[in-house]
């Protein structure tokens, strides 16, 4: 029997944002982004589950400790809260922050961040009624 | 395109408490991995697990498993974790700190031993909140 483990965090980051893509027109970003396409922005307490997984250390029990998985993961993570992704967050001055490119730029974020483990699956809640998941190849 | 399995889960609840510590680390190396995990006397947490089995739906019941059979067997299991010191109060975790991780293999191992006999359904996975900010998945592999 094959059996796998991961161990999860959930964090929460507050941001605003704008959907507005300028290789469209007014009238296509409105007709296609709607309310998310309003013009001084709107904002989303997101929630990000990061998950890494591999087998525990035999010693400590454990597959990261704890204060490394938070200190990382806020690393990360404060950089965009209680900003204005389009206008603060240098990456998505020219990308899109629809919840499918933040969700990307969250899992090679880090991919790259939790270096030396394995990142296994990332989901991230834009509201309470629509989420986003990422998941390894093979898991 | 074939029809993959059902899964069905099951959430249970147990209160706990546990200690992380090694004896041959210095207090300093105890508390910069462990943090506040090494109180003298132990911590505690409302622990949320769901179980999910996998399996073919009987054409007699329309089931996978009757619901009331593995509330039962998994309470058996569960009662020799509820209102225990894991270190001490239970024999798993002589030898291995009762880390969520730790906690979630051994519920995996102790689940899959009394469902296994039954050969309809199998044990797919395991979720252990230990917070509602911290849970590990225990899974078994398709291949």
Redesign the interface.
């Known amino acids: 029997m094959t059996i796998a483990i991961s161990f999860s965090r959930i964090y929460r980051f507050s941001a605003a944002h704008r959907l507005h893509s300028d290789s469209l027109s007014e009238a296509d970003n409105i007709e296609v982004y709607e309310k998310c396409n309003n013009y001084n922005g709107h904002g989303h307490d997101y929630t990000v589950e990061l998950s890494i997984s591999g087998d525990p250390d035999p010693k400590t029990g454990m597959i990261i400790p704890l204060e490394e998985f938070d200190r990382k993961a806020h690393e990360i993570l404060d950089e965009l809260d209680y900003r204005h992704l389009d206008k603060e967050v240098p990456f998505f001055r020219d990308h899109l922050s629809t919840g499918e490119i933040i969700i990307q730029y969250l899992w090679d974020r880090f991919t790259e961040k939790f270096n030396g483990y394995v990142v296994s699956h990332l989901k991230v809640w834009e509201t309470n009624n629509n989420y986003f998941e990422m998941q390894r190849v093979g898991d | 395109m074939e029809r993959g399995a059902v899964w069905i889960t099951k959430k249970f609840e147990f209160s706990a408490s546990h200690r992380?510590w090694?004896d041959d680390w210095s207090a300093e190396q105890n508390e910069k991995?462990?943090?506040l995990?090494t109180s003298p006397y132990g911590h505690g947490h409302n622990y949320e697990l769901h179980v999910t089995v996998s399996g073919n739906v009987d054409p007699e019941t329309g089931m996978i498993i009757n619901l009331s059979e593995l509330k039962k067997k998994v309470s058996v299991i569960l009662k020799e974790f509820d209102h225990k010191f894991l270190n001490l109060d239970t024999p798993f975790f002589k030898e291995?700190?009762?880390?969520?991780?730790?906690i979630?293999?051994v519920l995996?191992e102790q689940i899959?031993k009394v469902l296994s006999p039954d050969k309809n359904f199998k044990l797919k996975k395991i979720r252990l909140y230990e917070r509602?900010?911290?849970?590990?998945?225990?899974?078994?592999?398709t291949?």
């Not at chain 2, 291995?96 to 730790?102: A, G, L, S, V």
């Open positions: 992380y090694l991995i462990f943090g995990c291995r700190i009762p880390t969520t991780e730790n979630g293999l995996f899959d509602n900010d911290l849970y590990v998945d225990v899974w078994r592999k291949n």
